[in-house]
């Protein structure tokens, strides 16, 4: 089988061809190419495939084979290895996920996709969105015990559940016991992606992501244009923002006029390579 390493800011996953190639069993895939000891090495699976609404769908899968709605960075690198590798060479493009059929924006160097503008949709703020089993009508600013310390954590959804800590210094957080702590927390039924963000000025955050299903991560598109809105909706940043990943940079515009977040980053193809059928 046919596959293709790529990542969006660090943040890395094994790509299919349905088009060309057959997956029997994705999830039982996804944790076998995800192990970084005995596999590819990434942070899950991905299935480019055909769609009858969209130019391309994406299927997304962790690296402990849980089905994920959508993920920013990975619907960029779709973008990148539909246009690259002659899919569509429709640009702007629409890409079908679990969360609905996102808008992407692709600017080329030397006729390949380097940068990639995702229009992620409108946030989804009430609880039964998340779900989250705490009783409110918006989950902005709530004190949460997350061992130990008394913590403020907005939720929000686009399409896949998210939880954003605002903290300073960022080193206050341990990011494996905290982050997993959380993501199990009883208050998240389907478990939840974990942000903890710093402000360094009013446009410009710093971010660590445990995400849901793949523990610490390289960067998070969703979960930037998370805490994009957290920032917004609580003060402490303008809308329009940069965050700083372990991984690199992304920026984030959350616009006024039609209430959507829109996500600009890089897309980059490492390696392809044969994955032998049956392991």
Known sequence: MRFTKMHGAGNDYVYVNVFEERVADAPALARAVSDRHRGIGSDGLILVCPSTKADVR????????????????????????????????????????????????????????????????QPRLRPEDLPTTLPADEMIERATDVNGKRLPMTCLSFGNPHAVVFVDP????????????????????ERCNIHFARVNTPDDVTMITWERGSGPTQACGTGASAVCVAGALTRRTDRRITAHLPGGDLFLDWATDDDCVYMTGPAAEVFTGDWPVGS
């Open 170 to 189: 960022l080193d206050v957080i341990d990011l494996q016991r905290d982050g997993a702590f959380l993501e199990n927390h009883t208050i998240f039924p």
């Open 58 to 121: 994406m299927e997304m899968y962790n690296i402990d084979g849980s089905r994920g709605q959508m993920c920013g960075n990975g619907i960029r690198c779709v973008a990148k290895y539909a246009f690259d590798h002659g899919l569509t060479k429709n640009n702007p493009m629409h890409v079908e996920t679990d969360a609905g059929v996102l808008t992407l924006e692709l600017t080329l160097e030397n006729g390949k996709v380097a940068q990639v503008r995702v229009n992620i949709g």
